[in-house]
């Protein structure tokens, strides 16, 4: 099974911006969506935003929307999430995850993702 590593975590101010990657270890087809979600103390985790890797098409949480910024590097296999304009209540653990058979329909139910990357901390201070 393909591996999905997360990058880019760390502390920020509130305001600030941060950069989230997940690298995946193999070829990731084009019928898969690829999500970010995220998962914060005592809470269930939640999605945050997701893309159709064949076709690009996106959608994002009401929370994130006009935040954050999902895209994808077709030939790194690698897709990102641009956040700017954190606020505090975004501090939690990322996770990106891959919904194999997808084919271009963002679920946005965790139970729909079949694999799973380890993880990032993203703390954002007021």
């Known amino acids: 099974q393909v591996q999905l590593v997360e990058s880019g975590g760390g502390p920020v101010q509130a305001g600030g911006s941060l950069r989230l990657s997940c690298k995946a270890s193999?070829?990731?087809?084009?019928?898969?969506?690829m999500g970010w979600f995220r998962q914060a103390p005592g809470k269930e985790r939640e999605f945050v935003a997701a893309?159709?890797?064949?076709?690009?098409?996106?959608h994002y949480s009401d929370s994130v929307k006009g935040r954050f910024t999902v895209s994808r590097d077709y030939g790194k296999s690698t897709l990102y999430l641009q956040m700017n304009s954190l606020k505090p209540e975004d501090t939690a653990v990322y996770y990106c995850?891959?919904?194999?058979?997808?084919?271009?329909?963002?679920?946005?139910?965790?139970?729909?993702?079949?694999?799973w990357g380890q993880g990032t901390q993203v703390t954002v201070s007021s």
């Open positions: 893309i159709g890797w064949s076709a690009g098409n996106t």
């Open positions: 995850a891959a919904h194999i058979v997808g084919w271009g329909h963002i679920a946005t139910s965790p139970h729909e993702y079949n694999n």
């Open positions: 193999g070829r990731i087809y084009n019928s898969e969506v």
